[in-house]
């Protein structure tokens, strides 16, 4: 079993910055794809960013690339989104999700197979 615990949401004005963490606990293994979704009120869960188990490979969002970067620490079991330039649009609750079958970056949600709880970004205009 493993445990995925999200921090680092907040509320934040359009053109500012913050940044999700991730930590897995558990049966955890860093062979695998790792990535961030989001869902926003009344909105289907959608892809923000995916990066393939060594880090090597990462694929974004249309909606966000350029803006924010993914990366993981497989020696402390990390996963962080570094959010830069938010927009209100960005507004949601963001999930931290890994995989346990795909080695390379992933955007398919039904990939992935164990989610953490979430953590809310609030972007005030």
């Known amino acids: 079993q493993v445990q995925l615990v999200e921090s680092g949401g907040g509320l934040v004005q359009a053109g500012g910055s913050l940044r999700l963490s991730c930590v897995a606990s558990?049966?955890?293994?860093?062979?695998?794809?790792m990535g961030w979704f989001r869902q926003a009120p009344g909105k289907e869960r959608e892809f923000v960013a995916t990066?393939?188990?060594?880090?090597?490979?990462?694929v974004y969002a249309d909606s966000v690339k350029g803006r924010f970067t993914i990366s993981r620490d497989n020696t402390k079991n990390t996963l962080d989104l570094q959010m830069t330039r938010l927009k209100p649009e960005d507004t949601a609750v963001y999930y931290c999700a890994g995989s346990t079958r795909y080695y390379s970056a992933t955007y398919y949600l039904h990939r992935y197979d164990y989610w953490g709880q979430g953590t809310q970004v609030t972007v005030s205009s």
């Open positions: 990066i393939s188990w060594d880090g090597g490979q990462t």
């Open positions: 558990g049966r955890t293994s860093s062979s695998y794809a």
